[in-house]
T-cell receptor
Framework: GQQVMQIPQYQHVQEGEDFTTYCNSS?????IQWYKQRPGGHPVFLIQ?????EVKKQKRLTFQFGEAKKNSSLHITATQTTDVGTYFC???????????FGEGTQLTVNP | NAGVTQTPKFRVLKTGQSMTLLCAQD?????MYWYRQDPGMGLRLIHY???????AKGEVPDGYNVSRLKKQNFLLGLESAAPSQTSVYFC?????????????????FGPGTRLTVT
């Protein structure tokens, strides 16, 4: 079945440093979503990418969808303590099919 | 709108006991899901439903049953709890029908239920 892998599993950064997490799928995806889960909280939707090579920005967050639609990345510029949490990618093989979540990248930010 | 709510928030069971987790959503979503989250393993889909009266198995369905008798509710049952079912359980919903079209939406998650089986 479809597999979605994320690296790294953990990332510790100093406040102000950049952070990137990568997501790779074993199959071509129709779309990919990113979620953030704060410690003790529930996953919250961040963004959805649909087009090959798509790049979207949300303030300090930049999301990319690979040309082959098999990988994606989330980059945070100049991390802040509010960025702490686990970031998940989730991919769907076809539009409307259920999502497969990656294992997540847990980000800690030292002030 | 309350969004997605889950009851209970916490529960401790003894091995062999049964329980039902309730999920409710007020967004008129067609699809509902049950996930479990274990450290280092992300979110794994247990069962899901694409509409009232329908259910389907996900990645890890063994030991669980579900029912969706009403569109807004999705129940997850554990018939005979085992320590391996100790986990955090999240319910989610998505997919709206607006103007006769199926709109592909992100998943909205409930706050979770922390279950411990001793």
């Amino acid at each position: 079945g479809q597999q979605v892998m994320q690296i790294p599993q953990y990332q510790h950064v100093q406040e102000g440093e950049d952070f990137t997490t990568y997501c790779n799928s074993s199959t071509t995806l129709s779309n990919i979503q990113w979620y953030k889960q704060r410690p003790g909280g529930h996953p919250v939707f961040l963004i959805q990418l649909v087009k090959s090579g798509e790049v979207k920005k949300q303030k300090r967050l930049t999301f990319q969808f690979g040309e082959a639609k098999k990988n994606s990345s989330l980059h945070i510029t100049a991390t802040q303590t509010t960025d702490v949490g686990t970031y998940f990618c989730a991919g769907a093989e076809t539009s409307g099919s259920r999502l497969t979540f990656g294992e997540g990248t847990q980000l800690t930010v030292n002030p | 709108n309350a969004g997605v709510t889950q009851t209970p928030k916490f529960r401790v069971l003894k091995t062999g006991q049964s329980m039902t987790l309730l999920c409710a959503q007020d967004m008129n979503h067609e699809y509902m899901y049950w996930y479990r989250q274990d450290p280092g393993m992300g979110l794994r889909l247990i069962h899901y439903s694409v509409g009232e009266g329908t259910t389907a198995k996900g990645e890890v369905p063994d030991g669980y049953n579900v029912s969706r008798l009403k569109k807004q509710n999705f129940l997850l049952g554990l018939e005979s709890a085992a320590p391996s079912q100790t986990s955090v359980y999240f319910c989610a919903s998505s997919y709206s029908i607006r103007g006769g079209l199926l709109i592909w939406d992100e998943q909205y998650f409930g706050p979770g239920t922390r279950l411990t089986v001793t």
